[in-house]
């Protein structure tokens, strides 16, 4: 029942190489916190939530500008060692509907560059429903590739070959300390990403959002840590 | 008096303003609270040129500093001083140190060899104070006298966790004469004056000289008496410090830190309230501000930065400038830009950021779907002590054992537990570490056995013993020593520079040496000693010179070392978000939704990754450093102490343990070099499925 196949070693499960059966795709779950199904050339990354620094600016909330910066390096460094030919952004790519039109020159250019370098899908999200305009790529409201379809949002109940973002999850866990961190959270039928912008927060596994949505027996959260992955069982999670 | 001050009317409410009086003056002026009081004076002084500042205060080190604070500083002059008034102290105190037929521990902090001794103490007189460090030994001290006290005297608890109410009844209950003890934390320390109190009792180490002074005034207020007091030395090297405090108070020595420079964040939430107040001329504001005593220091560059962090955020990315709190227009002057933020500036006054505390409420065992709700409010708790718990924890709080029962929002649900045996050991260390003073104090009696007649006699056999089997280093030596226990190699350096200043050394001490090769596992840091445990045989390297303990504990590592420790520290993040709060960076209060102590967090944590990536000299960063090398690290204390032993460096190579290291070898337990401790907890709840993966 695991939804594990094993590697050759410790490492091989925590680190790089392991593939995880995700109704029958043979996927990674990156340390970065993209997906990646090598198979298909894909890659995919939820919740840039690009330009969120300075939509707190408006409201005279003055955090560091340099969020976007930070989330397309990161994201132009995992699409640098996984060379996909394609990549879908699973929705929230934009903060807001004025997201686009606040980002820097130089942050548009290498965002324009990203998009310019492999077939790239914009999945609409509920913080962006529109299309971005004059950065290329392809506006649709979800796609299905194989046994596995891509959506901003997940549906409720079961939904097997859902990938989606949205929640932004994160686990915790720890018997003398705890220790929370982004994860991806899967039980092998449908999987959702944890949020790759540089200031989203995580919610927690256990909130009552994730009700409903996996069968907690095979449930798994792919923690991210340090540039490395810790898959924990569901009765390792505790609440916040 | 900021809230004051950012109001409109500011001027002519202040105008007539003769005199301002700041009781327990040296209290107030080491903090940020102090900073940010500096500066109000600064603005008062703008407004009634002619005010008079008086300041009092019963220990003070150094009385100049204080006499410098309170009047206006010109630049480039000679410190002005304030004028002097030195009334003649008190009765000289009757300080004991307690004396118990058992012997004194070895380690640990429960003192509890003494209880049945204090008791009778407490019986002998009309009305008894116990002082201690921290709210988790007042918790342990109080059950256990209760254990014990089979006269049912009247003892009471009162420390700043428990609820108001429960406080305030237990203040009316010692002013009525109701009680014959209460054991406190320092919520008791200052002001109120309780009368009656005929002895106060000191458990655990006193920590510095000034704040002994200040709790046995507690006793007794009357001038002409003399005030009685008790210390209590939880273990052996507490003996040598009490003793320290015991000769540091009858010579009159004090010991209060040193003034320093003023917070860069606190400056921020001035600039803030001054154009709240109306508009302001930048050149006048800034002679204004250098004109406090804690901003003399402060350059023009620096001044403006802050101005700018308050405007827009101080970025080099010029992202905000259309959403600007503060503008510079046309006539030159700095003004507000929309009432809103005058609004905020009133909710997020103050430079008290709490940790986050969680309400404590009585309620019944968790039956299927958690805490059953509604009981009585028990006090507060940080938030960090809930974190590592799990249901059906037992701990003490409020002078019961207590059962964790789960968490609801802001609340933490318990039930009465049945044991009386607490799992979870709730102390967590003390707060202040021993003072500078008290320290050399306690270096000069190791070094002089003709000081020892006034130590009990196992303390006086168990330095007799070090003397013999290893050594006891002059007061300007660091004596270090090497022995192999259990597989282990371990070192053992007796610095007696403080908690903090040992923790931050013990951190570089175990990056220098795991670059040496010599294997570093952990180590563990007291008020006293650092002990750190190796793979490698660091006794043989030492001798062999592989490397010189003078090239291991070289003041360079206050450098590069110190550099990149802090880049992976959880430190500084804390340090900064404090920082960020104080400032108005993020808010402590918003109107509507008050964020939970969790939230801001995170989002702190996310702003400080970004932020020294991305502009690494941000102004708010080297306020955040600021802090932490003068707070938790305590750097200046420890370059002062490297350099102070550099070349009196004396390495004592044994084959087992001193009896001056048995007491860190007692603590010696959890512990782990820094950093890796995380990555553990991850590491064990993944364990699980490689088993499974690997079957």
């Known amino acids: 029942m695991t939804a594990l196949r094993a590697g050759q070693g410790d490492d091989d499960v925590l680190t790089t190489g392991g593939l995880v059966n995700l109704n029958g795709a043979a996927v990674r779950f990156d340390a970065s916190g993209v997906l990646h199904w090598p198979e298909e050339r894909l890659l995919v990354v939820a919740d840039l939530h690009l330009e969120k620094g300075s939509s707190h600016g408006a409201r005279g909330r003055f955090v560091p500008p340099y969020d976007t910066r930070a989330t397309l390096r990161a994201l132009t460094e995992a699409i640098g060692r996984l060379r996909p030919e394609r990549v879908i952004a699973l929705g929230d790519s934009f903060h807001d509907g004025g997201a686009e039109g606040r980002l ?17 899908t914009w999945v609409a999200g509920n913080h962006d429903p529109l299309p971005p305009a004059g950065l290329g790529g392809t506006p649709v409201a979800e796609m299905a590739v194989g046994p596995l379809v891509f959506r901003h949002e997940p549906r409720a109940g079961r939904a097997v070959g859902e990938v989606a973002g949205h929640l932004h999850p994160a686990a915790k866990v720890g018997r003398t300390r705890s220790v929370r961190r982004r994860a991806f959270v899967s039980d092998g039928s449908r999987c959702l990403l944890p949020a790759f912008g540089a200031y989203t927060g995580g919610l927690n596994v256990m909130d009552a959002a994730f009700k409903g949505l996996f069968e907690r027996s095979r449930l798994i959260a792919w923690m991210l840590s340090d540039g490395r992955v810790y898959p924990v069982r569901s009765a390792e999670f505790l609440p916040d | ?83 002097i008034v030195t009334v003649k102290g008190g009765a000289r105190p009757d300080i004991r140190i307690f004396e118990a037929d058992e012997t004194i521990p070895w380690a640990g902090h429960s003192a509890r060899y003494a209880y049945q001794g204090l008791l009778e103490e407490i019986d002998r007189r009309r009305m008894t104070l116990i002082f ?35 406080r305030r009844k237990v203040e009316a209950a010692m002013a009525d004469g109701r009680l014959r003890a209460v054991v406190a934390t320092s919520t008791l320390d200052l002001g109120i004056d309780w009368g009656d109190i005929d002895l106060v009792i000191h458990v655990g180490a006193p920590k510095g000289a000034s704040r002994l002074a200040q709790r046995v005034g507690r006793a007794n207020h009357r001038m002409d008496e003399p005030s009685t007091a008790l210390l209590v030395p939880a273990n052996r090297f507490e003996v040598l410090e009490c003793q320290a405090a015991l000769d540091a108070n009858y010579i009159g020595a004090q010991d209060t830190p040193p003034i320093r420079d003023g917070a860069l964040d606190v400056l921020a939430q001035h600039v803030l309230g001054r154009a709240v107040a109306g508009p302001f001329r930048a050149d006048e504001f800034y002679a204004e501000v250098v004109s406090a005593y804690s901003y003399r220091h402060l350059d023009r560059e620096r001044f403006d930065r802050v101005i700018d962090l308050v405007a827009t955020g101080g970025y080099a990315l010029r992202a905000y400038e259309r959403y600007a709190k503060i503008k510079l227009t046309a006539d030159g002057t700095w003004r507000l830009t929309h009432p809103r933020f005058a609004q905020a500036y009133r909710l997020n006054v103050g430079t008290i950021i709490e940790s986050p505390m969680l309400k404590v409420r009585l309620g019944g065992k968790a039956r299927g779907r958690g805490p059953v709700m509604g009981g009585r409010l028990l006090g507060e708790v940080e938030e960090y002590f809930c974190e590592q718990m799990k249901v059906g924890d037992t701990f003490l709080f409020a002078g019961e054992v207590l059962r964790f029962e789960g968490m609801r929002e802001t609340e933490v649900i318990v039930s009465r537990a049945r044991s009386s045996d607490p799992r979870i050991p709730v102390y967590a260390g003390g707060k202040f570490p021993l003072s500078t003073f008290l320290a050399a104090g306690v270096r000069q009696m190791l070094s002089d056995p003709s000081s020892w007649g006034k130590l009990p006699a196992p303390v006086r056999d168990w330095l007799a013993l070090q003397q013999d089997h290893s050594l006891l280093p002059k007061p300007d030596e660091l004596l270090v020593e090497t022995f192999p226990h259990r597989g282990r190699f371990f070192l053992v350096l007796y610095p007696f520079e403080g908690r903090l200043a040992h923790q931050t050394l013990g951190m570089l001490l175990t990056r220098r040496l795991e670059r040496f090769g010599l294997k570093p596992l952990g180590f563990i840091a007291t008020d006293y000693v650092i002990g750190v445990w190796c793979a490698a045989d660091v006794g043989s390297a030492f001798t062999l010179g592989e490397p ?148």
């Open chain 1, 104 to 120: 820097a020159p130089a942050d548009l250019e290498n965002l324009a560059a990203l998009v310019g370098s492999a077939d790239w």
């Open chain 2, 1 to 83: 008096m900021a809230l004051l001050l950012a109001g409109r009317d500011a001027e002519t409410f202040f105008e007539d303003l003769k005199t301002v009086i700041l009781d327990e003056l040296h209290a107030l002026v080491t903090s940020k609270r102090g900073d940010l009081l500096a500066l109000g004076l600064s603005r008062l002084r703008a407004i009634a040129p002619a005010i008079r500042t008086v300041g009092l205060s019963a220990t003070v080190a150094e009385p100049d500093e204080l006499r410098a604070w309170l009047v206006p500083q010109a630049p480039d002059e000679p410190l002005a001083l304030s004028e």
């Open chain 2, 132 to 166: 201690v460090n921290t709210r988790s030994q007042a918790e342990m001290i109080f059950s256990e006298l209760w254990r014990l006290n089979d006269a049912n005297l009247p003892i009471a608890l009162h420390h700043g966790s428990l609820d108001v109410g429960q």
């Open chain 2, 548 to 695: 010189t303990l003078s090239r291991l504990l070289e003041p360079d590592m206050l450098g590069d070392d110190l550099e990149a420790w802090m880049a992976e520290s959880y430190l500084l993040k804390r340090m900064f978000k404090a920082c960020a709060m104080i400032a108005g960076l993020v808010e402590k209060n918003a109107i509507g939704a008050q964020k939970t102590g969790r939230q801001v967090t995170v989002s702190t944590d996310l702003i400080y990754d970004v932020l020294r990536e991305h502009q690494p000299d941000h102004i708010l960063l080297e306020a955040a450093w600021a802090d932490a090398s003068s707070g938790l690290l305590d750097l200046r204390r420890l370059s002062d102490m490297l350099s102070r032993i550099s070349g009196r460096i004396v390495h004592k190579r044994l084959d087992r343990i001193s009896p001056l290291a048995v007491p860190i070898m007692l603590e010696i337990g959890g512990e782990r070099v820094a950093g890796e401790a995380d990555e553990d907890v991850l590491r064990q709840a993944a364990d699980e499925i490689i088993r499974e993966a690997m079957a």
